[in-house]
């Protein structure tokens, strides 16, 4: 059985970074980790892992725009298009990973999860294909400085949800900028917020949203007028608590471990495994059992 695990999420979110931390830890776990990457606009560069399979080997974003003239987010569809025109290649380049798993780099244009096809006409082939697949949607901790900002990440990973119906995991990255302690200032970049705050964070608890009643914001006109869209918003996320986050601090092994279990998990990864033979027991290494 191979296994694809998506990296989505918005631009900047830590996407390539997850992917290459994740792929350490499967190494370091002796497990077997692969990048497939899917963004025609990626840099070399930024890759700690050598892609095993690359969307740039079929077409690339810059060919795309100098050839026909296109600007980076139409180039961007067009190589989805293009690659979805040729699943044979993508099927012929997966042909040599067993039991594996391979880690797909989203890009990071939003759009692409929301309301595009491509994802999930992706996803149906690569389960056509036979590869177990779930999805990571990774929102970064700056969005839970702002309330409003929290809110619109929420909304886009429940809306990237029901585009890609299938298993899924949130993910809130780069924890190590927020910490608990205002005497921490090394990391804090991103805010000091006390535990219980994380938690109504990570758990989204939509009250956020609506400031308490008869307080400064709710009185306050641009508030005012926004007050029953907020009402609406809160509702929604009630009646559709789809929405959690793992926090994920890279700095942190037991956290990347976490997510780990957590993908493991939702894939069900080596349930159906044969136990393997080990391959250097010979009839002296029994000696102490007899
Ligand atoms: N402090 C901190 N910085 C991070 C973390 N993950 C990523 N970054 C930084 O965030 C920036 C963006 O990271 P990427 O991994 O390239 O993000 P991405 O989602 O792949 O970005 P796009 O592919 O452009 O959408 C880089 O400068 C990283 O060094 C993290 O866990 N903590
Ligand atoms: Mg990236």
């Keep these: 059985?191979?296994?694809?695990?998506?990296?989505?999420?918005?631009?900047?979110?830590?996407?390539?970074?997850?992917c290459s931390s994740l792929i350490t830890h499967l190494h370091l776990s002796k497990r077997s980790g692969h990048l497939v990457n899917l963004d025609p606009a990626a840099n070399s560069e930024a890759f700690e892992y050598e892609p095993a399979i690359d969307i740039r080997d079929l077409i690339s974003l810059d060919d795309v725009m100098n050839e026909l003239n296109y600007g980076p987010n139409g180039g961007l569809v067009y190589c989805f298009?293009?690659?979805?025109?040729?699943?044979d290649w993508l099927e012929e380049e997966?042909?040599?990973?067993?039991?594996?798993?391979?880690?797909?780099?989203?890009?990071?244009?939003?759009?692409?999860?929301?309301?595009?096809?491509?994802?999930?006409?992706?996803?149906?082939?690569?389960?056509?294909?036979?590869?177990?697949?779930?999805?990571?949607?990774?929102?970064?901790?700056?969005?839970?400085?702002?309330?409003?900002?929290f809110f619109s990440g929420v909304l886009s990973a429940m809306s990237?949800?029901?585009?890609?119906?299938?298993?899924?995991?949130?993910?809130?990255?780069?924890?190590?900028?927020?910490?608990?302690?205002?005497?921490?200032?090394?990391?804090?970049?991103?805010?000091?917020?006390?535990?219980?705050?994380?938690?109504?964070?990570?758990?989204?608890?939509?009250?956020?949203?609506?400031?308490?009643?008869?307080?400064?914001?709710?009185?306050t006109e641009l508030h005012s007028r926004f007050h029953a869209l907020n009402r609406a918003i809160v509702q929604l996320i009630e009646d559709h608590p789809l929405v959690s986050f793992l926090p994920l601090d890279l700095t942190d092994p037991d956290s990347i471990e976490t997510v780990l279990s957590h993908v493991d998990y939702t894939m069900q990864y080596g349930e159906d495994e044969e136990p393997k033979e080990p391959q250097d027991l010979d009839e002296g290494d029994f000696v102490d059992l007899e």
Aim: charged share 20%; net charge negative.
């Design 81 to 87: 298009e293009y690659l979805l025109q040729n699943m």
């Design 1 to 18: 059985m191979r296994y694809a695990v998506l990296v989505t999420g918005p631009a900047g979110a830590g996407k390539s970074t997850f």
């Design 160 to 219: 990237a949800m029901v585009n890609l119906e299938i298993p899924w995991i949130n993910v809130m990255s780069k924890m190590d900028l927020v910490t608990t302690s205002a005497n921490d200032s090394a990391s804090g970049r991103n805010g000091v917020r006390a535990q219980r705050d994380i938690a109504r964070y990570l758990n989204p608890d939509p009250l956020l949203l609506v400031s308490a009643p008869g307080s400064r914001d709710e009185t």
């Design 94 to 149: 997966l042909g040599g990973y067993d039991d594996e798993y391979l880690i797909f780099d989203c890009p990071g244009q939003i759009e692409l999860y929301t309301h595009h096809p491509f994802l999930p006409t992706l996803v149906r082939q690569l389960q056509r294909l036979g590869l177990r697949t779930c999805a990571t949607y990774l929102v970064e901790s700056q969005f839970m400085e702002d309330r409003y900002k």
